[in-house]
T-cell receptor, first 115, second 113 residues
Framework: DAGVIQSPRHEVTEMGQEVTLRCKPI?????LFWYRQTMMRGLELLIY????????DSGMPEDRFSAKMPNASFSTLKIQPSEPRDSAVYFC?????????????FGQGTRLTVV | SQQGEEDPQALSIQEGENATMNCSYK?????LQWYRQNSGRGLVHLIL?????REKHSGRLRVTLDTSKKSSSLLITASRAADTASYFC?????????????FGKGTLLTVNP
């Protein structure tokens, strides 16, 4: 398997524009996590899914952020409208099973810059 | 919200020395994991220790867990320049579909040749 695949790797957009980040989890994994990483706040859990169902979105910072997982092999994180403070690296991770002791596999991240 | 807090925030050592990083957390956990992140890359899983375990080894890595103190340590022995990276602890919480991983802010380790 190629691992968790995120696209794009880099995104530069103007304030007010819509941004869509994409993630393809490892085949067979049924948990998917979206994280945001900044110097100030570290790695924040935004939302996670299990079997395509959102379980906890309490980490989503504002209503401008939304995430979907229409099927087991694809998820999106959308920011509309984007703001400069959204600039960060966004990571998607997936894990296997409903276990209590499973590790997460991370994608390479999307570096978002909002100007 | 952050669960784990790593200490120190940054650590600089010479090649061959041992590096120790600590992690404290607040709530009950199922497991504690350590990850490594090279600059500009995604996180890579290093080791997982379950809440009923006290110590675990993997190559040059040694992890301890003290659930009474809600703390863990990661020891890297005989460090190498290639070990230079950020190291994060993550707490595995909840069960079944509610299982999630929460990360700390990390320790930046620099190993000087």
């Amino acid at each position: 398997d190629a691992g968790v695949i995120q696209s794009p790797r880099h995104e530069v957009t103007e304030m007010g524009q819509e941004v869509t980040l994409r993630c393809k989890p490892i085949s067979g994994h049924n948990s998917l996590f979206w994280y945001r990483q900044t110097m100030m706040r570290g790695l924040e859990l935004l939302i996670y899914f299990n079997n395509n169902v959102p379980i906890d979105d309490s980490g989503m910072p504002e209503d401008r952020f939304s995430a979907k997982m229409p099927n087991a092999s694809f998820s999106t994180l959308k920011i509309q409208p984007s703001e400069p403070r959204d600039s960060a690296v966004y990571f998607c991770a997936s894990s296997l099973g409903l276990g209590q002791n499973t590790e997460a596999f991370f994608g390479q991240g999307t570096r978002l810059t909002v100007v | 919200s952050q669960q784990g807090e790593e200490d120190p925030q940054a650590l600089s050592i010479q090649e061959g020395e041992n590096a120790t990083m600590n992690c404290s957390y607040k709530t009950s956990i199922n497991n504690l994991q350590w990850y490594r992140q090279n600059s500009g890359r995604g996180l890579v899983h290093l080791i997982l220790i379950r809440s009923n375990e006290r110590e675990k080894h993997s190559g040059r890595l040694r992890v301890t867990l003290d659930t009474s103190k809600k703390s863990s340590s990661l020891l890297i022995t005989a460090s190498r320049a290639a070990d230079t990276a950020s190291y994060f602890c993550a707490t595995g919480e909840g069960g079944g579909s509610n299982y999630k991983l929460t990360f700390g802010k990390g320790t930046l380790l620099t190993v000087n040749p």
